[in-house]
């Protein structure tokens, strides 16, 4: 309760920063419809923690009551899925800005699909874009790889679709593909449609955003060159079980970024990154670090990347 209020209050610093939302009506119902129609179609059978328990509820009301213009602006989509006016966000922005690099400062340029709360030192763009192209930017420095390289991207939970919108700024005809529950699914095919980028839920393709495709269902083999593998938290605060299922398929991926906090309701997540160490031990370069200035203001659950290149 007290997190939620500091997180209003935060978000409160942006006051004077509206987003231009020019959507049109009919466009938006008709994606509505077909998010209604899947979801009266599908079962969600997925294990989740009590912790996205509850977050998968409130998903279910938002859903129900068709409320997606604004769902950037919820609490409970903020706490999991959207960080907005923290201070250590600004230091990361810096870090990008002074790489001098017009390619990344054209990533964090923010939309205004969901409302999102503009960071209000830098209103061009968001706490959650500027912190989600700082981790392509480490990546990148990690891996010494052209992120334009990469034709395969399987993203394991892929929050509201914003790191799918970033690479698609940066490559659009490589094949993306998102692994989520089915409720956070219908969230990510609002996002994505709205910005007239092209998703599905079907087979996955190149050029379109392929939703809730289970990773046993991906030939990883097939004429893909550069694959990467991405979890920011999702995988950290995931079941064991479903860890343990995923987690030979991701040696067969040239890079892995993901990113973690040390401990998740029970499970101590430092621990169990450090013993899977091994299985990448032959052809494999990787790193886990601490995510820089995440950690400045954190007293307890520290932050951490896992970096993974194929060499």
Not at 112 to 141: A, C, D, M, W
Not at 258 to 276: A, H, L, M, T, V
Not at 288 to 295: D, G, L, R
Request: hydrophobic content about 40%.
């Amino acid at each position: 309760m007290f997190n939620s209020i500091l997180r209003k209050i935060a978000a409160c610093l942006s006051f004077y920063y509206k987003n231009k939302l020019h959507i049109k009506k009919n466009y938006e119902i008709n994606i509505i419809n077909r998010i209604n129609f899947y979801k009266k179609k599908n079962i969600e059978r997925k294990k989740i923690l009590k912790t996205h328990n509850i977050f998968n509820q409130n998903l279910e009301k938002l859903i129900a009551e068709k409320n997606f213009r604004n769902f950037l602006r919820e609490s409970f989509i903020q706490k999991i899925f959207f960080v907005h006016n923290r201070i250590y966000i600004l230091f990361m922005l810096l870090y990008i800005l002074f790489k001098n690099k017009i390619y990344f400062r054209k990533l964090i340029v923010e939309d205004n699909i969901g409302n999102p709360v503009r960071f209000f030192l830098y209103p061009k763009s968001s706490g959650n874009r500027i912190r989600e192209v700082f981790h392509l930017v480490r990546f990148q420095e990690f891996s010494n790889l052209s992120l334009e390289k990469l034709d395969l991207i399987f993203e394991f939970g892929g929050g509201y679709g914003n790191m799918a919108r970033l690479f698609n700024k940066i490559n659009k005809n490589l094949t993306y593909i998102i692994q989520d529950t089915l409720n956070v699914s219908l969230i990510q095919y609002y996002y994505l449609s709205m910005l007239k980028i092209p998703v599905t839920f079907k087979k996955y393709s190149k050029n379109k955003v392929s939703l809730n495709i289970n990773l046993n269902n991906i030939n990883l083999k097939k004429n893909y060159k550069k694959k990467l593998f991405i979890a920011n938290w999702s995988l950290s605060e995931s079941p064991l079980k479903t860890r343990n299922a995923i987690i030979n398929k991701m040696t067969q991926f040239d890079y892995l970024l993901i990113s973690f906090q040390n401990k998740f309701e029970d499970i101590d997540n430092y621990k169990f990154f450090n013993k899977i160490l091994p299985l990448f031990k032959n052809n494999f370069s990787y790193k886990i670090s601490e995510i820089p200035f995440m950690n400045i203001f954190t007293l307890s659950n520290k932050h951490y990347y896992f970096f993974i290149k194929n060499d």
